[in-house]
């Protein structure tokens, strides 16, 4: 077993907030995906223990970079990502962007403002729509429409564990500056009860959150492969509901996640208006795997 499989948590890709390289994602695309996930949850496990030193936690994180790099083959995720990369002549910048988000939240445990935020969601949550559009051949010009998706994505899970964040990791993605304008601090997050200040910061952050998926709107039918595109519909249309959700609910001591009876129709909805708008839209020459 290597270092960092000796921290890992357990959790797998059926175990996210969203839909990770599922049914929908053509069988030929999956093992790379699956590997690049792998690798990224690899080095979140070890980014997140809760009683490792920083010090060990960036050396695992080294490490991986290492396998992944060719330098070693101690990590298994990295020597596998680096075989799937290799397979399809991809370099490993995106997994390399994410290894910095890893290094970010070992050593930076508080945001200034939004800017601040989305610095972080650049390497943190956008190479991953990044890769995984590259894994489908798709243009760099949709890449603005994904990393506005996947900032959302990233922001939401960020405020659904706000709580549980701060008590196990003293790490607080809310910016400092939307505590200061509701009148409530990091401290508000220990408490059973999300306090009327502290609902009010989080339902401002997820006003901006649902800008951000108004920006990725045009994300799904701007990709060419019809499979692709299908997964992302659904995505984007549980961050709406889940953004919904935190404007509405407290998420530290209601439940915000959906269930799989929950997110069944939104994802059988989302799909069925992709491909009445891919019939009906101006005839292209589309890609289906």
């Not at 969203?18 to 792998?38: D, E, G, Q």
């Not at 936690?57 to 060719?70: F, H, P, Q, T």
């Not at 760099?140 to 659904?160: F, G, K, T, Y």
């Amino acid at each position: 077993m290597s270092a960092a499989e000796n921290v890992s948590s357990g959790k797998g890709h059926r175990d996210e907030n969203f839909p990770v390289a599922s049914w929908l994602i053509a069988a030929r695309h999956r093992p790379a995906i699956l590997a690049f996930y792998r690798f990224v949850r690899a080095a979140d496990d070890v980014a997140d223990h809760a009683s490792l030193a920083p010090e060990q936690k960036l050396a695992l994180i080294d490490g991986l970079e290492r396998s992944l790099l060719g330098r070693d083959n101690g990590e298994p995720a990295g020597v596998a990502l680096r075989a799937a990369l290799a397979e399809r002549r991809l370099p490993p910048r995106h997994a390399l962007d994410l290894l910095t988000a890893f290094r970010l939240d070992v050593t930076k445990r508080r945001y200034a403002d939004w800017n601040d935020l989305m610095d972080y969601c650049a390497f943190s949550a956008m190479p991953v729509g990044r890769f995984v559009c590259d894994v489908h051949g798709e243009p760099r010009s949709i890449w603005p429409a994904n990393d506005a998706l996947c900032a959302a994505l990233q922001v939401i899970n960020h405020l659904q564990d706000c709580a549980k964040d701060y008590r196990d990791l003293d790490r607080v993605y809310i910016p400092r500056d939307a505590f200061a304008a509701a009148g409530t601090g990091p401290e508000a997050l220990a408490e059973p009860r999300a306090s009327p200040a502290l609902l009010a910061c989080i339902r401002g952050l997820a006003e901006r959150t649902a800008g951000l998926l108004e920006e990725a709107r045009p994300f799904a039918r701007s990709i060419g492969h019809t499979r692709l595109a299908l997964e992302v519909a659904v995505i984007h249309r549980l961050a709406q509901r889940l953004t919904q959700g935190l404007m509405k609910r407290d998420p530290l001591s209601e439940r915000v996640h959906l269930s799989g009876a929950e997110s069944a129709p939104l994802a059988l909805a989302a799909m069925g208006r992709t491909m009445l708008g891919r019939l009906f839209r101006r005839p292209v020459l589309e890609r289906v795997s």
